[in-house]
């Protein structure tokens, strides 16, 4: 039993695609609304909030949708294809309404793109369990969050090399087109060598069998045509795991989203050195994304999850003790992001684990409702304790909210499916074909 990696590969093609997407809008839209369009920053939250507020309902919607959906190229291509070109023809509407100076014909563009985004996120994400076997999924998704990291990163970097600096007087007015053209071409192609490589039906297929196999219970359609409920015992162990992902992101994402006026506030940092730090983090994480697959199908997901909390609270814990810069931060960041790997890659595949057959779009869907929800709360909480107690609470904010989702973990039971142990000690080495 291995993961096929140049498979999964293919299918990170979808996610490449969306994370490229999400480094555009991230990085260019609050520019338009702010040198474009003299939005102010509260109301440029709330526009910049929007996606997050759609995914609460629309993900598990159309997650559901692709569960139930029958065509030749599968349940899950058909939204990924359509959702991509709704997607990449309403977003070359949002530069020209900034070219225009229509403020109302942004917000109409722009909602567009975000609902069509909408429509195929978990469809896409939910295509790697749907091809991998169980045991494998950790693995499975190590490579597809790695696919995401280089799709943001190429974006990021066509970004440097396509847009000017800030001027040093006058107007920040640049042309996004090219910016856009370029997002645009790398999603339809990401895409389309998916389409062409990726044959679902029969992937889908082979998954069952494989499943058989090994005599494990697997959750697509494929396995069974009646659907099954989750039972009481699950249901506990998935509500626990859906706390967990609510109080792990609240932690994190309050202190990588405020890091910058922190590390003003209170290590007397300036920005671009602020960033080196959170840059250690995420390379950190990148790194770490492939080895917390493989520890998960040793250890289990589940202790994976668990010593990556453990190892995030200490970061900010000790963290949270200086007062002033020290190189410390570098390797305290780093450990987080190595904690971050940990959890991120094995918590997804812990609740497609527990879907009841056939469902694991909708669960996809659970899954980005709860890390979403988290992340429209707690820049609110950590804000008004940033805003009314003092800087100093955002990193004891991210521990506490951390170790909360290690109580909930404690009552997790369920999704934490790795592989039996070979029977024959030379099947041990089919690894290294």
């Not at 909602?111 to 494998?136: H, Q």
Request: charge should be positive; aromatic fraction near 12%; include cysteine.
């Amino acid at each position: 039993m291995k993961l096929n990696y140049k498979k999964t590969i293919l299918v990170g093609l979808a996610f490449f695609s969306i994370s490229a997407f999400w480094q555009m809008y991230d990085h260019i839209i609050p520019l338009i609304l702010k040198f474009n369009f003299d939005v102010n920053d509260v109301v440029a939250g709330g526009v910049m909030a929007m996606d997050n507020v759609l995914a609460l309902f629309l993900l598990p919607l159309f997650g559901a949708l692709s569960d139930r959906t029958k065509t030749k190229w599968g349940r899950r291509m058909p939204f990924i294809i359509f959702g991509t070109a709704g997607a990449v023809i309403s977003m070359l509407m949002i530069p020209l309404a900034k070219e225009l100076g229509s403020l109302p014909f942004f917000i109409v563009a722009l909602g567009l793109t975000l609902l069509c985004m909408a429509t195929y996120r978990s469809p896409a994400v939910a295509l790697m369990p749907d091809v991998t076997i169980k045991p494998m999924r950790s693995k499975g998704n190590a490579i597809i969050n790695l696919m995401g990291v280089l799709g943001s990163m190429l974006l990021l970097g066509l970004i440097g090399v396509m847009l000017p600096g800030a001027p040093e007087s006058g107007e920040y007015n640049p042309n996004y087109f090219p910016v856009f053209l370029a997002c645009m071409a790398i999603m339809l192609v990401a895409v389309g060598i998916l389409v062409w490589r990726v044959k679902e039906p029969k992937l889908t297929a082979e998954m069952a069998e494989e499943s058989v196999k090994f005599g494990i219970e697997e959750t697509t359609e494929a396995a069974s045509k009646t659907k099954v409920k989750m039972n009481s015992a699950t249901l506990k162990s998935f509500l626990f795991l859906m706390a967990s992902i609510a109080f792990w992101f609240m932690g994190y994402n309050a202190v990588t989203t405020a890091f910058s006026k922190y590390s003003v506030e209170v290590f007397g940092m300036g920005a671009g050195a602020s960033a080196q730090i959170l840059l250690v983090a995420q390379g950190a994480a990148i790194i770490s994304f492939i080895p917390s697959g493989l520890l998960a199908t040793k250890i289990g997901r589940k202790k994976t999850i668990m010593g990556g909390i453990v190892l995030l609270v200490l970061a900010f814990g000790i963290g949270a003790t200086f007062t002033e810069f020290t190189p410390v931060l570098y390797v305290l960041f780093a450990l987080a992001g190595i904690a971050w790997a940990g959890i991120n890659v094995n918590s997804l595949p812990m609740v497609v684990d527990m879907a009841p057959i056939g469902e694991v779009g909708r669960y996809t869907g659970y899954y980005y409702t709860a890390s979403m929800a988290a992340q429209i709360l707690t820049p609110i909480l950590s804000g008004a304790a940033l805003e009314y107690i003092g800087y100093y609470t955002l990193l004891p904010y991210g521990a506490l909210f951390v170790a909360l989702s290690f109580v909930t973990m404690l009552f997790v039971k369920h999704g934490d499916s790795r592989p039996e142990p070979p029977k024959d000690k030379l099947e041990a080495f089919e690894a290294l074909d």
